[in-house]
């Protein structure tokens, strides 16, 4: 079966709203739902497209996994480009940098255009999965600082809002004060219109109207309003086997995946191995590549392997019962729809949630005691949780229901990001009462507004008056 190709193809007009404000009286049932244009002038804020926001210098677009920042960032590049024909652009992806990769951002014959009046728009994508160190104080010292011409150079970047440096903004604030008062803005992507998931759906030969209300009749329009679950969502609603959990709907979405792929429909190229092995072998890449804060994956020879990159070939294995070859896990990176080609021996995750997800699956499965398992999950110093590895262990509690019990009672805040679906009523009682004695405690200075809100307001209520509060 053909997944509809959902995540890049549509010519949806992605929103976005101002940072600090609350988008809710905008979502409805999870989808975005706009004003009508003649009620707009009683907001304050109004959900916009960039276009509308092209006269401030510096955007930062924020957005959670899956909602598609990298894909309205290129959609603008394409407008730019389209509208702007007298403007220079430049768009880089930063988890693709490497010491030195500064000369892209800082080109001179470029910049000797925007010495002579040109405009110069720079468009940073994935600055959350950026793997140099320090990366906020790598732009700051070697791109920042080094803009001579601000009022000429506009600058847009995307990055998950819980990785976001304040520093990173304060440096951008000061460079470009002297353009104007207000020079930096912070907007957060909206989910997706139910216009949008109709002409998905149109476009994908799928009843539009009977997904939307078996969505609705399963309690999943958060899911549906997502780039990145829609599109396994209108697959499996194809073959009508439509689960309710996220989880569900990311293994099995992923497992076709592991069936189907563009690549392999234009080639008619055959597989080797069942689609039930690629998947394993998938897994196992992404846990190497997640724990090792890889920024891609390489298959070639191994001294040759780049600083950043996992080397594919490491899930490679001889052990009887568990045998996995060269040829296997090449044909997992070029025929299955979870990895994109980025050259001949370098590819990527066709998207950071997938990497997070099959890691995650394949610690729950792991026969591994918890304490095992948290061994590869908490700084060695702190006993912390990893930050980068939040996301991971948001999808692994919505997977081992005894990782759950840890998380709730001892990171409640990194439980907030977890499947909401899996989290029974009875986890609520002890969820709230980690982050009431955390905040009491003053280990935590504040917790996401957004994740908070997810919790119903009774029971926060009810918990702090059983404990005085």
Same mark, same amino acid.
């Given at each position: 079966?053909?997944?509809?190709?959902?995540?890049?193809?549509?010519?949806?007009?992605?929103?976005?709203?101002?940072?600090?404000?609350?988008?809710?009286?905008? *979502?409805?049932?999870?989808?975005?739902?706009?004003?009508?244009?003649?009620?707009?002038?009683?907001?304050?804020?109004?959900? $916009?497209?960039?276009?509308?926001?092209?006269?401030?210098?510096?955007?930062?677009?924020?957005?959670?996994?899956?909602?598609?920042?990298?894909?309205?960032?290129?959609?603008?590049?394409?407008?730019?480009?389209?509208?702007?024909?007298?403007?220079?652009?430049?768009?880089?992806?930063?988890?693709?940098? *490497?010491?030195?990769?500064?000369? %892209?951002? =800082?080109?001179?014959?470029?910049?000797?255009?925007?010495?002579?009046?040109?405009?110069?728009w720079i468009l940073l994508d994935?600055?959350?999965?950026?793997?140099?160190?320090?990366?906020?104080?790598?732009?700051?010292?070697?791109?920042?600082?080094?803009?001579?011409?601000?009022?000429?150079?506009?600058?847009?970047?995307?990055?998950?809002?819980?990785?976001?440096?304040?520093?990173?903004?304060?440096?951008?604030?000061?460079?470009?004060?002297?353009?104007?008062?207000?020079?930096?803005?912070?907007?957060?992507?909206?989910? =997706? /219109?139910?216009?949008?998931?109709?002409?998905?759906?149109?476009?994908?030969?799928?009843?539009?109207?009977?997904?939307?209300?078996?969505?609705?009749?399963?309690? *999943?329009?958060? =899911?549906?309003?997502?780039?990145?679950?829609?599109?396994?969502?209108?697959?499996?609603?194809?073959?009508?086997?439509?689960?309710?959990? $996220?989880?569900?709907?990311?293994?099995?979405?992923?497992?076709?995946?592991?069936?189907?792929?563009?690549? /392999?429909?234009?080639?008619?190229?055959?597989?080797q191995i069942p689609a039930g092995?690629?998947? $394993?072998?998938?897994?196992?890449?992404?846990?190497?590549?997640?724990?090792?804060?890889?920024?891609?994956?390489?298959?070639?020879? /191994?001294?040759?392997?780049?600083?950043?990159?996992?080397?594919?070939?490491?899930?490679?294995?001889?052990?009887?019962?568990?045998?996995?070859?060269?040829?296997?896990?090449?044909?997992?990176?070029?025929?299955?729809?979870?990895?994109? $080609?980025?050259?001949?021996?370098?590819?990527?995750?066709?998207? %950071?949630?997938?990497?997070?997800?099959?890691?995650?699956?394949?610690?729950?499965?792991?026969?591994?005691?918890?304490?095992?398992?948290?061994?590869?999950?908490?700084?060695?110093?702190?006993? /912390?949780?990893?930050?980068?590895?939040?996301?991971?262990?948001?999808?692994?509690?919505?997977?081992?229901?005894?990782?759950?019990?840890?998380?709730?009672?001892?990171?409640p805040e990194a439980a907030l990001?977890?499947?909401?679906?899996? =989290?029974?009523?009875?986890?609520?009682?002890?969820?709230?009462?980690?982050?009431?004695?955390?905040?009491?405690?003053?280990?935590?200075?504040?917790?996401?507004?957004?994740?908070?809100? %997810?919790?119903?307001?009774?029971?926060?209520?009810?918990?702090?008056?059983?404990?005085?509060?």
């Amino acid at each position: 079966m053909e997944l509809p190709n959902t995540s890049c193809c549509f010519p949806w007009p992605r929103y976005w709203f101002p940072e600090g404000n609350s988008n809710s009286v905008f *979502v409805q049932s999870g989808y975005l739902a706009l004003p009508p244009a003649e009620d707009s002038h009683y907001y304050q804020a109004l959900p $916009r497209q960039l276009a509308e926001l092209s006269q401030i210098p510096v955007l930062i677009l924020l957005g959670e996994p899956g909602y598609g920042k990298s894909h309205a960032l290129a959609d603008e590049r394409k407008r730019l480009e389209k509208e702007h024909l007298e403007d220079l652009v430049i768009f880089e992806d930063l988890k693709t940098f *490497v010491p030195g990769s500064e000369q %892209r951002l =800082l080109d001179s014959d470029t910049f000797k255009l925007v010495e002579q009046g040109r405009r110069l728009w720079i468009l940073l994508d994935s600055f959350d999965e950026c793997t140099l160190p320090a990366p906020g104080d790598w732009l700051i010292s070697n791109f920042i600082n080094k803009i001579k011409h601000p009022e000429r150079v506009f600058v847009r970047i995307t990055c998950r809002p819980s990785h976001w440096p304040e520093r990173l903004e304060k440096a951008f604030s000061g460079r470009w004060r002297s353009v104007t008062e207000s020079p930096v803005a912070s907007w957060r992507l909206c989910p =997706l /219109r139910q216009d949008d998931i109709r002409l998905a759906a149109n476009l994908s030969q799928i009843d539009a109207e009977g997904f939307l209300n078996t969505v609705t009749e399963r309690n *999943v329009e958060q =899911l549906a309003a997502l780039p990145v679950t829609l599109r396994f969502m209108l697959g499996l609603f194809k073959e009508n086997r439509l689960p309710k959990l $996220r989880t569900e709907i990311f293994e099995q979405g992923l497992e076709l995946l592991c069936e189907d792929s563009p690549e /392999r429909q234009i080639n008619g190229v055959k597989s080797q191995i069942p689609a039930g092995d690629r998947f $394993r072998i998938a897994t196992k890449i992404a846990l190497g590549y997640v724990l090792q804060g890889c920024n891609s994956v390489w298959f070639g020879p /191994r001294v040759q392997c780049p600083i950043g990159l996992f080397d594919a070939k490491q899930v490679a294995c001889k052990e009887v019962g568990q045998e996995i070859s060269d040829e296997a896990v090449k044909e997992t990176l070029e025929l299955t729809g979870i990895f994109a $080609r980025v050259d001949g021996k370098h590819f990527q995750f066709a998207s %950071r949630t997938f990497a997070e997800f099959l890691a995650a699956w394949y610690i729950a499965k792991s026969p591994v005691p918890t304490s095992q398992k948290l061994k590869v999950l908490l700084h060695p110093d702190s006993q /912390r949780l990893i930050p980068d590895l939040h996301e991971t262990t948001a999808w692994l509690a919505a997977l081992d229901i005894d990782f759950r019990s840890w998380l709730i009672n001892h990171e409640p805040e990194a439980a907030l990001e977890a499947d909401f679906a899996t =989290l029974a009523q009875a986890d609520l009682p002890a969820l709230v009462d980690g982050m009431l004695r955390l905040a009491t405690e003053e280990q935590r200075p504040s917790y996401d507004r957004q994740g908070v809100y %997810r919790v119903h307001p009774s029971a926060l209520v009810e918990r702090m008056v059983a404990r005085g509060l």
